[in-house]
């Protein structure tokens, strides 16, 4: 412990900083061994003589802010390089201390520790929402590494909301919104309830200071009239308790004014509506005490129907375990119950933080519970494209309301409420999710976007040819769900464009009597030189996605210089052979939408930079307009063999009558295609005028159709549109 400067008089006056410190040593002298806490005063006086000079907004010396952190982790009895890397957390990041002087004076465990809860400093070009997205993507890596890291982050941010009222309205409302997005729901992930409720109550305090003026206000208003029915109700608690021979506690619990705000936003009741329940919490020994405790609270008071939650046998995502009931009290008053034991209690407020508090099988499973966690979110920043498409998968698992769902052997599945088949294919396992077609819930067959229920028993369909649809990311609801799809389609984008890419290239080089499997391998690194590219399938890529002209590069290689840049002159044109299509190539061949080419019309196809090719027929108007240039366009015909069903639009004129529509629809039923819309364009007392998009095998087929309708008496006129 440092010495206080003394003179022949005694000591003088404690400095703020001081006090805090001795403050901080007491507590870990209940648990930490005299030769720890001497590294710890290092640590301190380190700090302070980093810090010396610099203050907060608030007046103090920076160092109080440190310490005050090392403080609340303490108390959790964080272990002393804990304790050393929240003293020391913002050293490297505000001083002229090193990462490499820190590893060197108290060790490397140390170093990493403050590295994970440093802010990134070379991303200035960035927006703030991109810093802030860089910065928790990194807090992650490093979290994934060692619990503590986000031990001291949210230690560190409990201690910034305490003292925030020195920033200045703006700051204070953005790093309020921060933590309730971010910081309040990572807490809460972690079973950290204690830090998770203040953060929330600080973080809400400062984002509405009007609302939460009000409704504590309201709060303290009410709170006396109260009193007397949660005696009562209590005291009725306990004797029937004691009658049972349960040893149990009952104490009355009040909601935080957040969780008030948040039960009246999201089940948009008034205040009166959410302070008339009566809460209360039951603490027993053992788990067979809890659901005894149960049984004489449902036999004091009638339960009602579907709102008891049995977290005990199956808890929550973050290890959270309790028993949830509502009751009919007195006067008709609803009473909340929750039933735990001691232990589950203590996990419930410290969650993993509990693995340094206490030590049993218990908190095991809890570090093994987030540290699963932190393994998806790993395997989800693995394929999100940005720090920003992190958050949002992050946000997406922070706030998750299970549901249990079971699979045909009878293993437990959890997802978050909302979630789909497709949420539970993925859960299972990656492939499952890539390969699912349809699935049965409890033996009845359903489609893919089903959401699921508690209880419900799934078992996936898969298919060996099936792959993810792009549509599929508008309804799920897991992060992993969705960062796995995005991966997926992302790597067949790539795929597909490189093996269009090679039949692209090879058909120009063709034309000039030479095949790309034949070109010397010191040439195309030659080519891939001048180009600046690393690898030929990331040229390859790049023409399948349209950014280079496939009659381009196959001019460079037949050229002697392969270096030299070359132009096409009016004159020249692609290949006259044409590339040969089947309209179900996938994601980088795309048919137009606004022609609906269909096998057996003649068609030419464009480049569309950074999508591929775009397939339109040949008398659409906007193949018209692009054919004008040059190099962007090339000679596409039908594959013979072409199967599948492709999209055509009609306009039809009918007679204004009763069930035309349906008559219409069940002839084109009749003839083996499906109605995919129908837009009515005009109608009045005699004529309808509608436009039909109908899915087709090809223009036989659908010259058949066409040739059906117009035998309706009810059809005046009908023709295709070609845009």
């Not at 009355?252 to 039960?263: F, H, L, M, T, V």
Request: net charge neutral.
């Amino acid at each position: 412990m440092p010495d206080l400067v003394t003179d022949q008089e005694g000591p003088q006056t404690e400095t703020p900083e001081d006090k805090l410190f001795r403050r901080l040593c007491s507590i870990l002298k209940n648990y930490l061994e005299q030769a720890q806490i001497d590294e710890i005063v290092r640590a301190y006086q380190l700090g302070a003589k980093a810090h010396l000079g610099q203050f907060r907004k608030s007046g103090e010396a920076y160092i109080c802010h440190p310490v005050s952190v090392a403080i609340t982790l303490a108390e959790m009895r964080m272990d002393a390089r804990g304790i050393m890397a929240a003293i020391l957390h913002d050293v490297v990041e505000d001083t002229d201390i090193t990462h490499q002087e820190l590893a060197e004076e108290f060790g490397e465990e140390v170093a990493d520790l403050v590295d994970g809860v440093t802010k990134l400093t070379k991303i200035d070009n960035k927006t703030h929402a991109e810093k802030q997205a860089e910065n928790v993507r990194k807090m992650f890596l490093a979290m994934a590494k060692d619990f503590r890291v986000i031990m001291v982050k949210l230690a560190d941010r409990l201690h910034n909301m305490q003292t925030l009222g020195a920033m200045p309205p703006e700051k204070k409302r953005r790093i309020a919104k921060e933590t309730l997005e971010i910081y309040a729901p990572i807490a809460n992930r972690l079973g950290m309830n204690k830090i998770r409720h203040q953060l929330e109550s600080l973080g809400f305090q400062a984002l509405y200071p009007c609302r939460y003026k009000v409704l504590s206000h309201a709060v303290k208003k009410i709170r006396g009239n109260r009193k007397e029915i949660i005696d009562t109700i209590q005291s009725t608690i306990n004797t029937r308790l004691q009658q049972g021979k349960i040893n149990a506690t009952v104490e009355g619990r009040e909601k935080n004014i957040a969780s008030i705000y948040n039960k009246m936003l999201q089940k948009k009741i008034p205040f009166s509506d959410v302070f008339d329940v009566y809460a209360f919490r039951i603490h027993c020994e053992t788990v067979e005490e809890c659901y005894l405790s149960l049984g004489c609270v449902h036999n004091l008071y009638k339960p009602i129907p579907g709102r008891f939650k049995d977290y005990i046998a199956l808890p929550k995502a973050n290890g959270y375990q309790s028993l949830h009931t509502i009751l009919i009290g007195p006067y008709g008053v609803p009473i909340e119950i929750q039933i735990r034991t001691h232990e589950m209690h203590r996990m419930s407020e410290s969650g993993i933080a509990a693995h340094w508090l206490y030590k049993s099988d218990n908190h095991e499973s809890a570090q093994a519970r987030a540290n699963e966690w932190l393994r998806d979110l790993l395997e989800i920043q693995k394929t999100a494209g940005n720090s920003l498409e992190f958050i949002e998968n992050l946000k997406i698992d922070l706030f998750p309301q299970e549901v249990f769902v079971f699979t045909p052997q009878g293993n437990i599945i959890k997802l978050p409420r909302g979630a789909t088949v497709i949420d539970f294919a993925y859960a299972v396992h990656t492939d499952i999710g890539n390969g699912c077609v349809s699935a049965r819930i409890d033996k009845k067959l359903v489609p893919l976007q089903t959401q699921l229920e508690n209880g419900m028993t799934v078992e996936v369909i898969t298919a060996p040819w099936a792959r993810p649809n792009p549509l599929w990311l508008s309804y799920v609801a897991t992060a992993k769900a969705r960062s796995s799809i995005r991966n997926y389609l992302k790597h067949f984008k790539q795929q597909e464009a490189i093996t269009l890419g090679h039949r692209l290239l090879d058909k120009e080089l063709q034309a000039m009597g030479m095949r790309l499997d034949d070109i010397e391998n010191s040439r195309i690194e030659q080519l891939l030189d001048a180009l600046k590219m690393q690898s030929l399938d990331e040229l390859l890529e790049d023409i399948g996605l349209g950014n280079k002209m496939p009659l381009l590069i196959a001019k460079r290689i037949a050229q002697e210089d392969i270096s030299a840049a070359v132009k096409l002159d009016s004159s020249e044109h692609h290949s006259q052979t044409p590339l040969i299509i089947k309209g179900t190539e996938g994601m980088v061949v795309t048919l137009a939408k606004c022609c609906h080419p269909i096998p057996g019309d003649p068609i030419i196809g464009f480049f569309n930079p950074g999508k591929g090719i775009v397939v339109h027929h040949s008398d659409c108007r906007n193949s018209n307009e692009v054919r004008k240039q040059q190099t962007n366009w090339l000679d596409v015909e039908w594959c013979q063999e072409t199967q599948g069903e492709f999209p055509a639009e009609i306009r039809i004129e009918l007679l204004n009558q009763r069930g035309t529509l349906a008559t219409i629809a069940t002839l084109i039923s009749s003839m083996d295609s499906n109605i995919e819309s129908v837009n009515i364009t005009h109608q009045d007392n005699k004529v309808s005028i509608d436009l039909i998009t109908l899915t087709v095998k090809n223009r036989v087929h659908l010259a058949n159709i066409i040739r059906k309708l117009k035998k309706l008496n009810i059809v005046l006129k009908i023709t295709r549109l070609k845009a």
